[in-house]
Each structure stands twice: as structure tokens, then as C-alpha cells.
């Protein structure tokens, strides 16, 4: 079997399909065929949208397994109808931040930029499955000038760092545009999930005491993992982190 493992493929994409502005992409295409081949190995689907229109311009063939949703029927509004209740609001957070990078690059009038986060989605068989999302934006001149999204989606369920907690990049540095594996998906997974629990409790103006009861710890542990966290993330408190991870989409 063919190695699949590198995104030059979807490089050759967009240098193709750009100069149409992603419109009429035949399924039939050579390029094409070999990315629906590299995508059902990866257990992948990818989308290429115009961001500031909100409109889904190609979408491969994978989203009927991953979402069950066919590729010609595929909307933003699907991923998020099909997203873990637990994570609605990072993912409406995290289109409000691609919103955000979009314009900066429409102002500049070039560049790109990723960003990425893990998220449950439901699956055609009723569960649910940890997904990568690989967000990869890009200004255009040809046809017009745009910014469009190369939106990659990988079942990556054998990770165990993302059991711990939230995977989150936002950057300009590409080379984080790869196949994910457990070097990629360790690089920005700062927070155990017990961790980001807290977090997430310290966020809702609960005390030490009350988020103690809830978990059923000891005010002793729950002031450790207090602790443990502003030392990983340099704060002096929490609420400067909870105010940077809101920004990023994390919460």
C-alpha cells in the first residue's frame, strides 16, 4: 500500500484548483482520486471553503463516514450539530477565532496561518469520535481576492494525549500542517484533563470548596492542581489563563 503519510497532496490542491477559485473541481480528477485514497487510509475528510461567506466550495467523500454526511450535502453547520455538547462552545469559539485570522489576512493581502484543536464529533454509529481539526488559511489574488480554508479532519481515537486534555495550535508555523501523530499531538497539550476540568470550574466563579465537592477531592488537591497549573502556564492567576484560553478558543 501507498504511504500516505505526507500533506503534499493537499499543497498540489490548492496550487491546482486556486486558479478557479475551487469552483467546478471535477471528482473525477486525477489529484482528486489520489486524495480520496490518501483520506480513506488516514480515516480523513478535508473541505475547501471561502471563510468570510461561510460557504463549503469541495468536501471529500470521507464526511459520510466521519459525520454521516454526504460530501455534496457537507455545511459548517453539520460539524457543529454533530460536536460533543461538552465542546459546542470551543467549536463556535474556534470559528469566531478563524473569523478573526481571516480578516487579518484579508487586511495584509497575504500570508497563511493554522490553526488546530481536537474535537468530539458523532458518528454515523452513534458515538463519538476524537477528530483533529486542521484549519489551514490562505489568502488568494486569483480569481479574486480571497481568503479560503483547507479545513482537514483526522480520527485520531489510538491518541492518548488528547485524553489528558485539550490539543490547540494557532500560528503560522506549517510544519504543524502534517499528519497527526503522538510528537504532533503532544507539542501543545498543556493541561491534563483533570487540569482543564478545573480550569474550566474556576471559569464558572466556583470556589475551591465547591469545585472540591463536585469532584470529590480534598480542598488540599484541588489547591495543588491550582497550583500545577499557573506554574505551567506562567500566570499569576487563573483568571489571566481563563481569559488567554477563552481568546484561543480552548473554553
Known amino acids: 500500500m501507498k504511504d500516505y503519510q505526507d500533506y503534499s497532496l493537499f499543497h498540489n490542491f490548492v496550487e491546482t484548483f486556486s486558479p478557479i477559485g475551487f469552483n467546478g473541481i471535477d471528482d473525477n480528477h486525477p489529484l482528486v482520486l489520489e486524495l480520496e485514497k490518501m483520506t480513506e487510509v488516514n480515516k480523513q475528510f478535508y473541505f475547501l471553503a471561502d471563510l468570510l461567506q461561510g460557504k463549503i466550495l469541495f468536501s471529500s467523500k470521507y464526511s459520510k463516514k466521519l459525520v454521516g454526511v454526504e460530501a455534496t450535502e457537507l455545511t459548517p453547520y453539520d460539524l457543529i450539530d454533530a460536536t460533543h455538547p ?3 462552545n470551543r467549536i463556535t469559539k474556534g470559528w469566531a477565532k478563524l473569523l478573526y485570522i481571516a480578516n487579518n489576512l484579508l487586511a495584509a493581502k497575504s500570508g497563511s496561518s493554522l490553526f488546530s484543536t481536537n474535537i468530539k464529533l458523532l458518528n454515523p454509529k452513534g458515538t463519538y469520535t476524537e477528530t483533529l481539526f486542521q484549519c489551514l488559511l490562505f489568502y488568494s489574488e486569483i480569481p479574486q481576492k480571497k481568503v479560503y480554508l483547507l479545513q482537514v479532519h483526522t480520527n485520531i481515537d489510538w491518541c492518548k494525549n488528547t485524553k489528558k486534555g485539550v ?15 503522538d510528537e504532533l499531538l503532544n507539542i501543545c497539550n498543556d493541561f491534563t484533563k483533570r487540569e482543564f476540568e478545573i480550569i474550566k470550574l474556576v471559569g464558572s466563579e466556583m470556589s475551591t470548596e465547591q469545585i472540591a465537592e463536585k469532584l470529590f477531592l480534598s480542598a488540599y488537591t484541588i489547591n495543588t492542581h491550582r497550583g500545577n497549573i499557573l506554574k505551567k502556564s506562567g500566570k499569576s492567576h487563573v483568571s489571566e489563563l481563563i481569559y488567554e484560553l477563552m481568546e484561543q478558543g480552548k473554553l
Do not use: I
Request: glycine letters at 6%.
Open 86 to 88: 461538552d465542546h459546542v
Open 167 to 181: 490539543y490547540h495550535y494557532s500560528g503560522d508555523d506549517l510544519s504543524h500542517f502534517r499528519l497527526p501523530d
